[in-house]
C-alpha cells in the first residue's frame, strides 16, 4: 500500500482561518479603494467643471462697460451690482466688441470720434479708421444672421453713467440722453449716424466703446448656469429675447459681488453621485 500526505485538521482549520480573515479584509480593502476612485473621479470631474464656468465668465466680463453690470430680479427690480443683496440672481452687463476691435490686419472700429473734423455734425460722428461694413459682416456672423450694426450703440469713455441709461427696464431709448448712443451705419465706413435722436445737446467724447450684444448669467430652475447673448437692452430687449448656452449642468451656487469696478465671481458645482457635495471656485476680474 502506498501512503500519501494530506491536511491535518489542524492545518485545515488554519487555512480556513486565513482565508477568512483575507475575504474580510481584502473585501474592505477593495470597498475603499473603489470608494476612494469614485470619490477622486467626482472630485476631479467638479474641479473641471467649476474652473472652466469660471474661466469662461472671467473671460467675458473682461470686456464688460464696467459701469453697465447689474443685478436684477425682473425688469422692474435691478441695482448696480455694487448695491445689491443676494437676492437679485441675474446678472447682466453691456460688453464691447473684443472680437471686431481686436480685427485681422487692424481694428475694424478705432475707438475714436474724430470731434474736430469738417463734416462732423449732430447727426454725422465721423470715426477714422473705422471700417463699418466689416464690422457688419462680423456682427452678422457672431449673431448667426439675427443682429447688424444697424442695431448697435456706443459708449463715450468719460461721460458721466447712469445704469437707468442702458435701457435695463425693457423700455427702447427714444433719445441720446442715455449712457448708450444708438448709432448706425453712414454713407462711408467711417461714419456712424444717430439710430435715435440727433446729438443736439449731447456732450460727445473722443473716446468710445463700440458694442452691439448685452450678455446676462441665470441659473435656471434645472440647476443650470447659461450665458444669454445677442440683445440689445438700449433697443428695448431683455435676456430672455437673446440666445443662450449651457455654460455648466448642476450648479449649486452661483455668486456675483462688484466693489467699485472690481468684481468677485463664485462657482459651485454639486456632485449627482455623491449626496450633498459641491466644489467651488472664484476669481476676481480687475
Known sequence: MKFRKAFSMIELIFVIVIMGIIAKFGTEFLAESYKSFIFSKVNNKLQANSATAVEF??????????DSVIAKKDASDFKALANADDTYTIIEWVSSDADGFRGLDKPYWSGIIDVEHSDATASLLISPETNTTLMNELIDKLSYGDSNIDSSAIYFIGSNSDINGYGWDGNALTDQE???HPIKAGTNENEFEPAVEDFSGVDIYEYYKFAWTANALVVDDKNNLLFYYDYQPWNGDEYSDGKSAVIVQNVSTFRAMAIGAVMKIQVCVKSILVEEYSLCKEKTIF
Request: proline residues 0%; charged residues 25%; positive net charge.
Open 178 to 180: 442715455g449712457v448708450m
Open 57 to 66: 465668465i472671467a473671460s467675458r466680463l473682461q470686456h464688460r462697460i464696467k
